[in-house]
């Protein structure tokens, strides 16, 4: 049989602009690439020069769907990087914020671009006409989300309040208690989305271990922010070693890089996070999963979704409990964010982002001009594992008919919820100098 390409020229229902392409000698897998088509865009490079203040409300630029993470992460590197240590008041408001962003990326990704694959629409539109009621729950869930971003951050995306040392508003204590209030009311979505997700994504289209990777910190809650770097080979890292983590490196057919860890791809996001979390989950979010404790497959990367509407629920009821610890402590409707006096220095803060873990990192001068900066993020880091379950569900699938086999291949692909725009990054391989620039989104 002669050689044959199976290539799906755009990868529908994700962020950003990329394909599949897979080789083929007869029954034989040749080759495996995630095409990544995006255009260049300089982040990194544009804020060399500029003042740290600046830094925030350019990086969270990168992601429309992420930009609560990287104006946090972006914030907390150059606090590190300064010196500047905050209030406990403005972590809790930070956490709340990436909750809200886990929130409505999650469920946008679960209802609107994952859901319409295994329910055979050709989007969220057409599967409204049947599945009205599903519809309506995730896109309420949906807007749940958008609203503690808008709240809390002062716009639903590219968010205004938090800044480095603090918040320039922060939300009334009546409305965080109005908050709280429609937070529970949505718990009961959030369960009903974790039996309709584990009802259509029960197929297994991988059998393919991976190398998970996900933050930790010392608190034994469940982590999103941390110093610590968990390898599921069972290293540990620290946050500042993040580049011996990715060990980036490029690929002929991508714009984007590729990370490997020890020579093995490896995955970030909501899989690796329940694979090494699992245990911290608290309220109905650790009675579901400790229903789901039998089915829980880390090899087949469909779990991926299954773990995003775990995390929904948890991200819901740790919203309440954010609420509630504030209001014990005794919220304070001010929360200034008025640096003293700094010195240079270099500064590194990971967070996990909806998509995984994200790495922001910074060096400042005594003038606080910022003169080095590099940021990795989760689709960039996730792209090689990507590409090694495309092959294993290519070679599982391979007397299925060309559409069939293209479908599987787009189902594992989205199951990543891949940011392709802001997995871009370039390398400068003039002389002997070489720098990253990262791109974001339009």
């Keep these: 049989m002669a050689n044959r390409t199976i290539k799906i020229d755009h990868l529908y229902r994700v962020e950003g602009h990329g ?58 590197a150059i606090e590190s990087a300064i010196g500047l240590e905050v209030s406990r008041q403005t972590k809790r408001l930070r956490e709340l914020l990436i909750m809200g962003e886990m929130i409505e990326s999650h469920t946008l990704h679960l209802f609107c671009l994952a859901a319409p694959d295994f329910l055979g629409f050709p989007g969220v539109a057409a599967m409204a006409d049947r599945h009205e009621g599903v519809v309506r729950m995730g896109l309420g869930l949906k807007k749940l989300g958008n609203a503690i971003q808008e709240l809390v951050g002062g716009r639903k995306i590219h968010q205004v309040n938090a800044e480095v040392g603090g918040f320039s508003k922060v939300p009334e204590k009546e ?5 709280r209030e429609e937070l529970e009311s949505k718990i009961p979505d959030a369960h009903s989305s974790i039996s309709f997700i584990e009802s259509i994504t029960q197929e297994n289209l991988t059998k393919s271990p991976s190398v998970f990777s996900a933050l930790d910190d010392d608190t034994g809650n469940y982590c999103y922010h941390g110093d610590k770097i968990l390898v599921s080979t069972g290293d540990q890292l620290s946050v500042d070693q993040y580049k011996d983590l990715c060990n980036e490196f490029v690929v002929p057919h991508s714009h984007a890089k590729h990370s490997k860890y020890k020579d093995k791809p490896l ?11 699992r245990n911290k989950l608290t309220g109905k979010a650790d009675t579901e999963m400790k229903r789901l404790e039998k089915s829980f497959d880390p090899d087949n990367i469909l779990w991926n979704n299954l773990a995003q509407a775990v995390e929904v629920l948890q991200a819901i009821e740790r919203s309440i409990e954010m609420i509630d610890v504030i209001m014990e402590e005794g919220y304070k409707e001010e929360e200034p964010a008025v640096p003293g006096k700094i010195s240079g220095g270099s500064g590194t803060a990971g967070t996990e982002a909806p998509r995984g873990t994200l790495f922001h990192a910074y060096t400042v001068d005594e003038r606080g001009i910022v003169t080095d900066a590099d940021v990795i993020t989760p689709t960039a880091i996730n792209l090689e594992n990507m590409e090694k379950d495309i092959r294993a569900a290519t070679e599982m699938g391979l007397s299925d008919p060309e559409e069939a086999l293209k479908l599987k291949l787009e189902k594992v692909a989205r199951a990543y919820d891949p940011c392709i725009s802001c997995s871009v990054h370039l390398v400068d391989l003039r002389g002997k100098k070489s720098s990253k620039q990262s791109s974001s989104p339009a």
């Design 19 to 76: 394909g599949i392409r897979v080789e083929l000698d007869g029954k034989k897998l040749l080759d495996v690439q995630m095409e990544i088509f995006e255009g260049s865009r300089f982040f990194e490079a544009l804020i060399r020069g500029r003042h740290y203040k600046d830094v925030p409300m350019i990086m969270c630029r990168i992601c429309a769907i992420c930009s609560a993470s990287h104006r946090t992460v972006a914030i907390r």
């Design 175 to 179: 409305a965080l208690l109005k908050l």
């Design 267 to 277: 995955m970030v996001g909501s899989l690796a996070r329940i694979y090494f979390h």
